[in-house]
């Protein structure tokens, strides 16, 4: 059942992050973040979870086609890769020197 909130939930991932899926059949594939559905909890990450889309007949195409294009990813089979090491991290949120909620790499501590 889907929680009802006036919020928008902070997420660990943002658009144009770096990120490593870590689960499912695009396992071990990295890449970037070009969009994050926050009502489903999803992600869409360039070149990973490839699906075929059916493309109907129409005027400008008019054999039809199939296109490849990326699936989504639930948030929680990805995860975020440390720009300083270059190696997946779990993320948390802290306070920066100007007071302000930033998210860092648990691994290194530095903020990301």
Same mark, same amino acid.
């Given at each position: 059942m889907e929680r =009802?909130?006036?919020k928008n939930q902070k997420l #660990? $991932?943002?658009t144009g992050d770096? $990120? =490593?899926v870590i689960a499912g059949n695009a396992k071990g594939k990295e890449g970037k973040v070009s969009a994050v559905l926050i009502k489903k909890n999803r992600v869409i990450v360039e070149?990973?979870?490839m699906i075929k889309k #059916?493309? =109907?007949p129409n005027a400008q195409n008019p054999q039809g086609e199939i296109q490849e294009v990326e699936g989504t990813i639930h948030i929680s089979n990805?995860? $975020?890769v440390d720009p300083s090491t270059g190696k997946a991290t779990r993320t948390g949120r802290k306070l920066n020197d100007k007071s302000k909620l930033q998210r860092y790499s648990k691994a290194t501590g530095k903020f990301i």
């Open positions: =009802k909130s006036n #660990h $991932v943002r770096t $990120v =490593k070149g990973a979870n #059916h493309i =109907k990805v995860m $975020v």
